[in-house]
């Protein structure tokens, strides 16, 4: 089995999540600058501001990038197209079929990752034929999946089930959460909330301050009957929580959340009425790094702390 | 600090969790006698009972064992009484204020430990002067915190806000997920899913055998509004789901609910009509097997996957 590192030629084992509004290329290419590998998040480009990332993400890195398409949208076609036309040789697939698209995608060359959020869709990935598996626990900020299962029992319930590398995703910040990843069985890292609060991430800058102030209920899963999301308890999603409890339908709901409302929370800085995505690691945020220092802690951390380990006996 | 080892005087820091229904004096005796710390679940046991259970589990091992008393029962008062008066000399609280009775318990030589779920509440039981803690992720079997903060995001940040040791429960069931544990800063492990498929324990053969055909998505975090508890989805969960969606009250789930239905599913072993409590990790657990063989297996993967993470480098 290719390491993590050789399968995408990367240094570190550490993969930044593709997030929407917050990991344009300014941040995918810091953070494979810095060793990992960064991901260009789609889900909130249309597909001409995408080709634009690529290009400039493209003049910033001579290191591997790759994008993060949600295949659910309905540019999925144009923006595979887009992704294959500039070069860009890593994509991570997520919220839909890894059916569909994974062998159009083999045979133009790329690496192909899904991200699921249970055994039967890590299953499902690997009949798909993708390269590895990003399996995302309940703790992940953002989009999540109906099954609530959490990174410390999902990761090596799938790496039982799979032959193929798993990624962690959820809950993971620092070298302790990455080293703890590995002694579950994962080969790699994907991180998402600890690169949001950073320099190069185009979250807006209120948002990013918001971050370092939330301890570890701050956050919460909900409009689970539309699609799950954690979200900061702000005044939209307590005021979301309370239709919830009354017993709102999925349409009234809908009519609620509106349209836009990820980028007025996260990208305009809107704090009250915004999504505020992010995952319940966020407690263990203070303070907004440049990504290069944020990946340089994290292995420093990782290595001083299974040094400690090893002074573990019983 | 000094070490769950010290503090409890056991060989290995694998605490079992107590448990209604589960966990009797032939568990809690067989996991001291193992080198672990048994604990008697008082929860599901009349004084009278739980007095017969100490005098049982004292002539079954020399060893030390606790009891877990969770606070918020009637009988509180009279259940601590005869824990002091029996010689027991550790004492886990749940369930209630650990200001009511730690210091009580302290003076009578008692070790005290309390089971949170969030960091306040973890600093508030560090106030009241217990020696240690146990924080309990969301993805643990049974009643649980109110925050849904998830094991791998609780103890790191448990762990940075007070100072005495932390015992980590809610997803563990293996000598990997304890090696997790401890990458996060766990002194300890708290283990419950695990030993109710043991030999010894107390719950129906049909519940232990159920446990081995569970996957990971097959429990689920339900009936918030009255105490949430994490439930196998059986006949009975998921008529009390579907009424929860649709808008019923506090008081018709409560009636829905009953009396008895834990002693139904758990020891009775009515698996549809009864409540079944057990984690995420159930998905992991495929053998039913004695206490010892699980303890020393645990141990033995802990040892091997520490080496193994010795052999990564970046």
Excluded at 214 to 241: C, G, I, Q, W, Y
């Amino acid at each position: 089995m290719k390491t993590i590192n050789e399968l995408f030629g990367i240094r570190y084992p550490i993969v930044q999540g593709g997030m929407v509004w917050c990991s344009g290329w300014e941040l995918a290419s810091a953070v494979s600058n810095a060793g990992g590998l960064g991901l260009i998040g789609a889900g909130s480009m249309k597909p001409d501001v995408l080709r634009l990332h690529i290009k400039k993400c493209k003049a910033a890195t001579d290191k591997p990038f790759g994008v993060n398409v949600p295949l659910l949208y309905s540019q999925t076609a144009e923006v595979l197209q887009i992704i294959v036309d500039e070069g860009v040789k890593i994509v991570f697939t997520s919220a839909g079929n890894p059916q569909t698209w994974t062998a159009w995608l083999k045979e133009r060359g790329m690496v192909v990752v899904h991200v699921v959020a249970s055994v039967k869709f890590a299953q499902k990935a690997q009949t798909a034929g993708v390269h590895a598996i990003v399996a995302e626990g309940f703790e992940a900020g953002g989009h999540n999946g109906f099954d609530e299962t959490t990174t410390l029992t999902l990761i090596p319930q799938v790496v039982q089930k799979v032959s193929i590398p798993v990624i962690a995703a959820g809950g993971i910040a620092t070298g302790s959460g990455m080293l703890a990843a590995f002694a579950l069985g994962a080969k790699g890292v994907q991180i998402g909330s600890r690169f949001v609060a950073s320099v190069e991430a185009s979250a807006h800058e209120r948002f990013k301050q918001k971050i370092l102030e939330l301890d570890d209920t701050a956050t919460k899963l909900t409009l689970k009957s539309l699609v799950p999301v954690r979200l900061v308890k702000n005044a939209f999603m307590l005021r979301a929580e309370t239709a919830i409890n009354s017993g709102a339908s999925k349409e009234e709901l809908s009519q609620m959340l509106g349209k836009g409302r990820a980028k007025l929370g996260m990208f305009d800085g809107d704090l009250d009425e915004g999504e505020l995505e992010i995952g319940q690691i966020a407690g263990l945020i203070n303070e907004i790094l440049p990504v290069e220092t944020i990946i340089n802690q994290m292995i420093a951390e990782f290595n001083t702390e299974k040094e400690k380990l090893l002074n573990l006996y019983f």
